[in-house]
Every structure is written in C-alpha cells, then in structure tokens.
C-alpha cells in the first residue's frame, strides 16, 4: 500500500481475522496447518484417516478425522457447480450467485468477510461460510460462578470455519479472477431438509410480508398467520420463515413507521384527496401535535345524500396505541343495514373536539340530518344543538331504560309489572303526547314515584328521547338507540387492536369500510337479481317487489298481507274534499283493539292515516293499503315511494373498483395480480396432469433463470425496505413537523378492567341466589364479611 492510502476493510468478522483473511494478497506466508492436514487428506500423503460419506437428506459430504480426533467436511457435490481456481467472472453479482448456489448445494450459508481497497477501487474481496469468526461477547467464568448472572444465555453459530473463495480485481474492468478456493469445513453441514432454518430459508418475500400484514389488518396475529400459511402451502416444508420470521414483520413495520406516523397518515390522506374523487379531510392540530381528523370519500357523501337523514354517532375507544377516540357516523341504507357517512378521531371529549367535529362534518357533507341521535354525554347534548342548528336532537332510549334497574331501587324494581308497564309506555309510537303525560303521571301516583329525583329528571327532557314526541319527524323511527353505532363500532374494532398506529389503524378501517360495502354490494346484487315469493296475489304486491329492495318489499308485503286478515273498514265519513275511512285493526285474538282515520283529499289524491306510519317509516301502512285494496289501486302512487327504499338508489360508480379504499391500483400491484392469476390458471388448468405440470414446471425454471439474469434485485434489506413502504406508505422528508398526540387519559383507557355500573350489577344480582346476612339478620345479596350494616357499627364503636 503506497501512496499514504490505508486499506478499507469491511468485514463481518473482527479486524484481526479479516487481515488473517486477506493477507496472503498481499504477502506470501507459510500455509495453514490445518489447510496442509486437509490437502493431505485428500492426495492420500497425511496420516489422517477417511471415514466416509456423511448423508444429508438429498445431500451427502466426504468426512475426515485428524488424529487428535477433529472431524472435517467436504461437500461432495459435482464439478460443474464448484468454484475454480483461476476462473475469470465477469461481475460480482455472478461470483456471488455462484458461490451461494454451491453453498445451497453443498449445505451451507455463505456471507461477505471483507474487501481492499486501493486508491478508492476494490482490489480484492472474500467470501467465506457463515460459521467463520470466532464467537463474540464474554465467554463464561466456570472459576467465578457469578459472571454466569452477568452474561447473556445464548448460543453461537461461528466455529472458525476456514471455507471461503478469494478474489482478485482485474484492473480497469468489473471482472473478478478466483484465486484461491478451499472447500472444507469443521462443522456438519446442514441438511437439505433443514435448509428452511437458515438465514436465507428464513427470509420471507413479498407474498409472505403482505400474506401476514393482510392478516394483521383482520386482527389475525403472527402465529396464526404462519399456521394458516403453513395449512395452505400443504406443510412446513413449502413455507418461507419461521413463526418468529412472521412474528418481526410487525415489529419491523413498527419500527419503520417510528415517529413518522402522522406523516405517513396524512400523506395517504393527501395522495387520496389527489387521487380519488371527491374525497375530503380535515385536520386539526395544535404546536405541531394532532388534535382532531375528520375524512369522508366519495361513496360516504353518496350515501349520506341519500340516507342522510338520520345519523347516529357514539365514540368508542381501544382502537390505537394513542388512545385517540374513535367516532364513526352511522346511518341506514336502502336494505336497512349499517352505513358509514364519514369518521372522525378526536383527542377528548370536551365540547371543544365535538364542535370541531361535528363543523368539519358539515364543512363536507353540507346538508343537515333531519335527526341526529347520541347518548347522555353532556358535550354532546351542548354540541349538536348548537351545530346542526337545522336538526332535532334526540336521545338513546336504551342508555336510558337501562339505567331503570340502578335508579329505582327497593322491591318496585322486581316488580315486573312496574317495569312492563313502563316500558309500554315509553315505546308506544302511536300515543299522543298528552296520553302519554296523563299516562305517566297515572303511573308515577300509583306507585308512589311522584317525588322520584330520576324518574322526574327523565320526564322533564321527555322531549329529547321519548318515541311519540318525534312522530312528525319523517323516518323518526328508523332508529331509536344507538345500537346501531355499536354494531358499526365493534365492526371496526374486529379488525383494529389498541396497539396499532394511526397508520396502521387507517389501513384497518379501510379494510372494515370494504366490508361494510361489499356486504351492501351483495344484498344489492341479490335484491337485483332475484324475486321473493308472492303471499297475497294482489297488483300491489306485484309492483311493491318492483321498486323496493327486498328487504323493505318484505316488510312492505307483511303491511299488504295484514291488510288483508287485519284490518276492516267500519266507517265512512265526507267532511269538506276530505273522504275519512275509519279502519279497524285487530290483533291475533281477533279482538278489534284499534281504530285509526285515513284521510283521502278528493281533488289532490293524497292519503293520510293517523298511525303515520308513512312519515315515521317511509313506506305506506296497512290501514292505507286496505283502502287501496277497497278502490282497487293495482300500483303505488309515486308519491309515496321514498328514494331513499328504492332499488338502485346508488349510482353504479359507488361499487368500482376505484372507490374500494383498500384495494392496491398502482400498475405494479395491478401487474403483480395478473401474474398471479395467470399462473394460478395454469396450474388449475393442470391440476391432475402429471405430464402437463411437469412440462410447465421446466418452462417456469428456465424462465425463472432467465429473469434473475436479466433483472438483478437489490440487497435483501434495501428489498425489505421497500417491501415495508410499499405497503405502509412513504414519506420522503427527513424533518417531521407533525406529531401524534401522547399521554391521552380518558374513560376508556388505563384499565384492562372494564368499570361495571350499577345497573349490569343489578342484574347480575338477580341472577344470584340470596343468602342470610348473620349481622343485619335479611335476606340479602352479601355477608357478614361485606355487610355495610356491620361496617357502621364497627366504626361507631371505634368513634366512642
């Protein structure tokens, strides 16, 4: 080395070793040892002795012992594939697939010791079996027991092993010249059964990373993945890595997304506003930290044009690592199943984060809800009045019946009567308001309840969530809870865990929404395609199956068939251009129960009945189909025909494959299914053909060789890299000026134990067995140990 120049050397192995490696480039020296043993033992000149052949499964090596009793291998594998002395390749990339298929043969795994340099050019490198090296870290005192405590309990892999090839660059091209091969090693080799356990069998391509994180947006973990994977390819032995392989594909993603997470997220969100039409977001944040986001797409704005008129929105929480609440808005489409109009994450749930969420909702949606619906939270009862100024608020029924149990306490409660009455009361839709005020002052008197602080409180908001105040509100009873919220809430957290990021979360929720839509897409196809069985015989069943879907025709038929067992026309009256019928409703005991008033306006044809069932449902009642009936009207007059039950309601475009949020359209993913499929196709189409698969099987190798020569792939960790930012994304600058929120403390995190009120403590006391307390002497649902009563005396005595 001249020139002042020092040599680079970078190496797996330690300094010394990798000297030891390169050294005889560059200066003659008298050989190793155990090199003069071995090549002795091969002419025949040393007194070392063969043993035999040491068979590897498909795989066999020539075994050696030395007289101190040390063993030593050499691969028997065929001239062709070995390396050769003096040999000229023409790049690195083919003496490196050279030496790795050799080692894949031979049974072993080969790595990179080391190179030269000279004057900025490599003048040499090495490659060597993966077991050269010594063991690294502190080897264990058997003289000082207690450094066994200090180090750490872990095997290692090197053994010294002196196989490698050297190579010699030839000045001024990219051609490498072999100078030195020696083939034997000092450990077993690995057995071709076993070749799925080495580092390179252990690593995992891109169908196995996007095979396990395609589970892990379903909340299918690591384990289970590679069990799936291993049941699908028929065994362990066609499978790629290990459970722990599957198991650091998470952590690896993890540690990629880091504290880009934010930025990650709003470049998806930003890439989609691009790309997608008519896709929006909102993003709110506060000293470079994230508050609140809201986004809606295409087919969400859809959907809310035509079933937007009533939504119902309830947080729900454990969806990401952040604590950051989760709030999905919630409707009912035309087969009355659950659909998303858009979602939101804020940071609490102050009547801040609520306006500023229920402000970016309209800031994309526009129109108001003609009912919004929501729990007893006080931000919310503050929030939505003040926002959807267009809109009449009402109240969970549910969240508040539940709450009977906890609030009237003593023996009024297990009185079944009580509790039958009052929830008679409260769900009856077809009571005026004032019957319902007489009725439940009649009530409260005869169970002495007037004084009640709850039940009082509950009645002054009666306006808010009792059923027959909303009665002229149009689909006021499309929903009365928000169980509907809860089914749509527990929908995305299947698929999202409490550790996911927000990017991870967003590639969850994606995966929810397509199944939200594919479902809507099935139930759409169905109602489309095929016909429900007719009951009645009448025209106007017959039209009803052509224009609604099939699960409102069902409902729809149910009004028709009653109208025809049920209901009877007792009386006719003509008051001004009004005809009123008067149409008597029986129920199964054929008992006349009901009678109700259908208004027909001579001059404008219009119908009304008292029951409302068209402005609370939107479809006609029975007591109007029993006057269509008696008029013979064969066909729904249009006007009673509500869009938003129609079929088809949608355009087409809501189910292209374009709309689909987690569904890959890049060219590259494109071209990657089609392959796929075509050779998926092949192979079907050959499925029993031994002949047929054999020959496809010989074509597929040779143009497999003839893609690895003419497009050589990166280095496995630049191709992880990549592999992990194709499917999470990428985010191109270094600085990152937007930050996830920390330290979130709200009721639904902090605690794996779930907070059990008073009323789920009620009932699961009801379903106990009472005992006697020996302190207060009752029959009762605790003991002596827990009883208050004797609490109470205890601390008295203690006082005096």
Not at 48 to 61: E, K, V
Not at 112 to 121: L, N
Request: proline share 3%; glycine share 6%; hydrophobic share 35%.
């Amino acid at each position: 080395m001249g020139g002042g120049d020092q040599p680079l050397i970078l190496t797996d192995c330690s300094l010394e070793e990798t000297e030891n490696l390169l050294s005889p480039v560059v200066r003659e020296e008298q050989p190793d040892p155990l090199d003069v043993d071995i090549f002795g033992i091969l002419t025949g000149d040393s007194p070392l002795r063969y043993i035999g052949f040491d068979q590897q499964g498909c795989r066999s090596s020539l075994v050696y012992q030395t007289p101190n009793g040390s063993r030593y291998w050499c691969p028997d594998v065929s001239s062709q594939f070995k390396p050769v002395v003096g040999k000229i390749y023409l790049s690195w990339d083919e003496v490196y697939k050279t030496y790795e298929t050799y080692g894949e043969m031979s049974g072993f795994q080969i790595r990179v010791a080391g190179y030269k340099k000279w004057k900025g050019e490599i003048t040499h490198r090495v490659l060597v079996c993966n077991k050269a090296g010594k063991p690294r870290g502190k080897m264990i005192d058997s003289v000082n027991p207690a450094s066994m405590s200090r180090a750490r309990s872990s095997c290692f892999k090197f053994t010294s092993c002196k196989a490698l090839i050297r190579l010699r660059a030839i000045k001024g091209t990219t051609n490498y010249v072999l100078y030195e091969f020696s083939e034997n090693h000092n450990h077993e080799l690995v057995s071709s059964e076993n070749m799925d356990l080495t580092r390179k069998g252990k690593h995992l391509n891109f169908d196995d990373l996007h095979f396990v994180h395609a589970m892990s947006l379903n909340r299918v973990g690591a384990t289970v993945a590679h069990r799936l994977q291993t049941s699908l390819k028929g065994g362990h032995h066609n499978m790629r890595g290990t459970r722990n392989s599957y198991k650091n594909v998470s952590h690896d993603i993890r540690m990629f997304i880091g504290e880009r997470d934010m930025q990650l997220v709003l470049k998806k969100l930003e890439d989609r506003a691009t790309n997608l039409h008519n896709f929006s977001f909102e993003v709110y944040h506060f000293e470079g930290v994230l508050q609140a986001i809201f986004w809606a797409d295409d087919v969400s704005k859809l959907n809310y044009q035509l079933f937007g008129d009533v939504i119902a929105f309830d947080a729900t929480y454990s969806t990401n690592k952040y604590n950051m609440i989760f709030v999905p808005f919630t409707g009912v489409d035309n087969h009355k199943r659950c659909v998303t109009f858009g979602t939101g994450l804020i940071h609490n749930e102050t009547v801040e984060s609520y306006c500023w969420l229920l402000e970016a909702f309209m800031k994309i949606h526009v129109k108001h809800p003609r009912l919004v619906l929501s729990d007893q939270d006080p931000a919310m009862r503050i929030v939505v009045p003040n926002v959807f100024t267009q809109s009449v608020h009402r109240l969970c029924m549910w969240h508040i019946m539940k709450k009977l149990p906890s609030k009237v306490s003593g023996d009024l409660i297990h009185n079944s009567n009580l509790r039958s009455r009052l929830h008679k009361l409260v769900w009856n839709v077809y009571i005026s308001t004032a019957t319902f005020e007489e009725k439940w002052h009649n009530l409260m008197a005869e169970y002495a309840l007037e004084n009640h602080i709850w039940l009082n409180e509950m009645f002054s908001i009666r306006e808010l969530w009792v059923p027959c105040y909303f009665c002229d509100i149009p689909m006021c009873c499309l929903m009365k809870t928000t169980s509907r919220c809860e089914s749509s809430n527990s929908m995305f957290k299947v698929t999202s865990g409490s550790t996911n990021t927000l990017v991870q979360f967003l590639m969850c929720f994606d995966t929810a929404i397509d199944n939200q839509r594919y479902n809507q897409r099935v139930v759409d196809f169905k109602s489309k395609s095929t016909t429900c069985v007719f009951k009645t015989g009448l025209e106007l069943e017959v039209h009803a199956a052509k224009i609604y879907t099939q699960t409102i025709f069902k409902d729809v038929q149910k009004e028709i068939y009653k109208c025809m067992i049920s209901c009877f026309i007792t009386n006719v009256d003509v008051v001004d251009n009004f005809k009123v019928f008067t149409v008597s409703h029986m129920n199964n005991r054929s008992d006349f129960v009901n009678h109700f008033k259908v208004s027909i306006h001579m001059l404008e044809h219009s119908y009304e009945c008292s029951c409302m069932g068209f402005t609370r449902v939107g479809y006609l009642c029975r007591h109007i189909f029993c006057v269509f009936r008696l008029h013979q009207i064969k066909n729904i007059l249009d006007r009673y025909i509500s869009n938003r039950w129609r079929k088809g309601s949608l355009p087409s475009r809501v189910y292209s494959i374009s709309q689909r949020l987690s569904v890959d359209n890049s060219e590259v993913s494109v071209l990657r299914n089609e392959v796929a499929d075509c050779l998926n196709e092949c192979v079907d189409h050959l499925t029993f053909n031994v002949d047929g698969l054999s020959s496809f099987n010989q074509k597929m190798k040779e143009l497999k060789r003839e893609l690895v020569d003419n497009f050589p792939c990166s280095s496995s960790s630049q191709k992880k890299q990549c592999l992990i930012e194709h499917l999470v994304g990428q985010h191109d600058e270094h600085i990152i000026d937007l930050l996830p929120p920390h330290g979130i403390r709200n009721k639904g995190c902090g605690t794996n134990r779930r907070l059990v009120g008073p009323g789920e403590k009620a009932i699961e006391n009801s379903k106990k067995n009472p005992r006697m307390c020996r302190s207060c002497n009752q029959l009762t649902f605790h003991d002596s140990r827990n009883c208050k009563k004797k609490a109470s005396v205890g601390e008295s005595t203690s006082e005096k």
